[in-house]
Structures are given as C-alpha cells and as structure tokens.
C-alpha cells in the first residue's frame, strides 16, 4: 500500500509583514486544493485565526483551521503542533498544510520538528507521512528601509543574540522562497539594497518582490524547494532529528528552556528574547 504523503508549506516572517494576507491568498485559491492551516500566535487570543475566519475564507465551525496559541511551536507548542499535524493527516482530507508561524518564531526549530514527525513511526505515521515542502518568509520592505536602514541594520557588528535583528536574520536565513512584501511602497533604489542585503545573508533562497502578499501559487506549493540533505549539515539539526519526542525529552527541554538553554533564555521562549508583548 503506498504512503499518502501530504506537503506542508511553513510560512515565517517578522510581525505585520503579510503572512495572513498571503494565507487568505492561498486558501481563496479557486483551484480546488484543500488545504488545512494551522495559525500560532503568541497571545491567549489568535488575531491571525480571527483575521483568517473574517476573510470570510474558513468558517467558524469548520476544522480546516487549527488555532496555536499562547506560545511558540518552534519551543513551548512543539508538542502541540506535533499533535495537530497527527489529527490533520488522520482527517483524510486535505491535499496540502500550510503553517503560519507567529511572527517571532525561529524557523529552523519548527522544520526540525516537521521533519522528525515520519520518523516517528507509529500512530504518527498510521495515516501518512507529512513532507515539509517549502519554507517562505515574508519580509516587510517598508519596515526594513524605515526601521532597519533598508537592512544595513542586519549586517552590522555586534548583534545580540536577543535583538530583533538577530530574529530577522535567522528567518531569512533559513527558507527557500523570500517575499519582499509592500515593495511598491520602497523607492526602486532602496528596494534595490534590501534585495542586495536578503542575498547577502541567503544567496540560495529565491527573492520574489510583491504587494499585498500577492504571489502567484504555484511558485511557493507543490515546489520541492526544501533540501534534508541541505538543511542536516549542522550538528544541532542532526540532534534534533535524531532525538524522537517523548515525554522524557519534553520534560528535558523544559528544563532546558527554563535554564536558559540554546537561544530561549525565559520561560516565555521568543515572547521573552526578544522583549515582546501581546
């Protein structure tokens, strides 16, 4: 019997930089696809949920939209999203998963946990394998040529490991598709900078300019564009990948997390690095 497998679309990006406007983009698509979200957001109230249901796109009562909230999936909602992933595949009925990652998450965490899930085996694996397809940023140009120097800011000396900067950095860093949001809102000039800078800290990832997350879908489903074998180069991606979760292993991580383990110094995880609020 063949392994259904279902691709998975993971969306990152810094707050306000266009990630739900491109999730109504994709499910308002007139194609047929089914696709299942799964939306995380920080604050006890999802506003990335509630933004999505008033696009009028998912219905209120339909399971098509899982709400992650009150904390990060790259850290204190692993669990969680692990367990969502699970109850999609066993619903049989979808074609394609997109996450919306919260604003501040780390990426790579998230793909970590992605790709550990079909080998897992088990229960987890009974109704399919998940097959990370993609990982897309979106990235605000307007917010990046006004608060960060068209991007200057993110080649400078010395940024710390809690610095907003450092978050922006990690989540171009690590993708395979860039959206440079809002771009008709940046001068041709300056918009020429913020290309040369995104290229300089991810050579590999392909840059498309667009306004209002508007992007044609087929260049960002369905694209293959997420390497394992790439992406496994580092010793901190084998560990996670090789460590299946368990109950022991979260209970370790939580030590961890609270000890100030890795980049998540606080028991709030990123809500804490990177000194934001709700």
């Known amino acids: 019997m063949n392994t259904i497998e279902i691709p998975v679309l993971l969306l990152t990006g810094y ?15 007139k194609r047929g696809i089914k696709f299942a979200v799964i939306v995380n957001d920080i604050g006890e109230v999802n506003i990335d949920a509630d933004l999505i249901q008033k696009g009028g796109v998912v219905g209120k009562k339909d399971d098509s939209l899982v709400a992650l909230q009150n904390g990060c999936i790259c850290c204190t909602l692993k669990t969680d999203l692990i367990e969502q992933m699970f109850e999609i595949m066993k619903m049989q ?4 998963i997109v996450i919306e990652a919260s604003g501040i998450c780390e990426p790579e965490p998230i793909a970590q946990t992605l790709c ?60 395979n598709i ?56 580092s010793a901190g ?26 980049h998540h110094h606080h028991e709030g995880g990123e809500v804490e690095e990177y000194g934001i609020g709700t």
């Open 93 to 96: 009925r979808f074609d394609y």
């Open 237 to 262: 991606w084998i560990r996670g990948i090789e460590q299946q979760v368990s109950e022991e292993e979260e209970k370790e991580a939580h030590y961890h997390h609270e000890e100030g383990h890795h």
């Open 15 to 29: 707050l306000g930089s266009g990630k739900t406007t491109l999730v109504n983009h994709i499910l308002s698509n």
């Open 116 to 175: 550990s899930i079909p080998h897992m085996g088990g229960a987890y694996t009974k109704y399919g394998i998940c097959r990370l397809d993609c990982i897309t940023t979106v990235v605000d140009a307007l917010r990046l040529q006004s608060e960060f120097s068209c991007g200057d800011d993110l080649t400078r000396k010395g940024i710390d490991e809690g610095d907003i900067e450092n978050l922006i950095i990690q989540q171009i860093e690590f993708c």
């Open 178 to 233: 860039i959206l440079l949001n809002k771009a008709a809102e940046v001068q041709p000039e300056e918009l020429k900078r913020i290309r040369q800078i995104i290229h300089t800290l991810q050579p590999g990832a392909q840059i498309i300019e667009c306004n209002y997350a508007d992007v044609d879908l087929d260049k960002i489903i369905h694209t293959h564009l997420f390497n394992f074998e790439r992406a496994a180069t």
